[in-house]
């Protein structure tokens, strides 16, 4: 099963409004994080985000925001007034076994792609 | 600060050459990851260093990939008798300790194409 499922396949946003980019994901281990990245045309990754699945408070960064869902396994980003240099491909990860430090590997969903329309 | 090098940025090879990427990451992050990007697959993970050693390297797809970090800083991905499909972009990763959240510092990538 997969461990990151991103469904969107493309997202188009206008200009200054906010957008939803959806992640789901699947673990039985408690202890996990969720990570945002974003990937331009140029292809560098950008750390955005981070969630801890102990954390009491969803995660905001500037612009971003994680709109974290427990129960339901979900990790939306959120981009408040988009930004014409928010086009990009936007990749949710997850690093599992984070209290204990066995597992350091990030398991990246497909990515969506997001163009913020002028 | 300098963030995380890759080099060469584009490698086109025949197949059945061997390569070697080579990635430096952060100065002080002890921690070193690849993965490889490609169309079909996505991100993958291949292998995970922690100082020089390799704790995790359950995603390297064959015996044909190997890695060495030395010197806890620098190190190389090397692929023997390429085939086509191993072309894809190369990522390297670094990140200041392994754990929890701290989050890794990605290079720009080595685009490796087999002829």
């Known amino acids: 099963a997969q461990k990151i499922t991103q469904t969107q396949p493309g997202m188009f946003v206008q200009e200054k409004e906010a957008v939803t980019l959806d992640c789901t994901y699947d673990?039985?281990?408690?202890?996990?994080?969720l990570f945002w990245y974003k990937q331009p045309s140029s292809g560098e990754m950008i750390f955005l985000i981070y969630?801890?699945?102990?954390?009491?408070q969803n995660a905001t960064e500037g612009r971003y925001s994680l709109n974290f869902q427990k129960a339901r396994k979900s990790a939306n980003l959120v981009i408040s007034a988009s930004q014409l240099g928010d086009s990009a491909m936007y990749f949710c990860?997850?690093?599992?076994?984070?209290?204990?430090?066995?597992?350091?590997?990030?398991?990246f969903g497909k990515g969506i792609t997001l163009s913020v329309r002028p | 600060g300098a963030g995380v090098s890759q080099s060469p940025s584009n490698k086109v090879t025949e197949k059945g050459k061997d390569v070697e990427l080579r990635c430096d990451p952060i100065?002080?992050?002890?921690?070193l990851y690849w993965y490889r990007q490609s169309l079909g697959q996505g991100l993958e993970f291949l292998i995970y260093?922690?100082?020089?050693?390799?704790?995790?390297k359950s995603g390297l797809p064959s015996d044909r990939f190997s890695a060495e970090r030395t010197g806890g800083s620098v190190s190389t991905l090397t692929i023997q008798r390429t085939q086509q499909e191993d072309s894809a972009v190369y990522l390297c990763?670094?990140?200041?300790?392994?754990?929890?959240?701290?989050?890794?510092?990605f290079g720009p990538g080595t685009r490796l194409t087999v002829t």
């Open positions: 969630q801890g699945s102990y954390d009491q």
């Open positions: 100065s002080g992050h002890t921690a």
């Open positions: 673990t039985s281990d408690p202890s996990y994080g």
């Open positions: 990763a670094s990140s200041l300790f392994d754990g929890g959240g701290s989050e890794q510092y």
């Open positions: 260093f922690q100082g020089n050693s390799a704790p995790d």
């Open positions: 990860a997850m690093r599992e076994s984070i209290r204990t430090g066995a597992n350091s590997k990030l398991t």
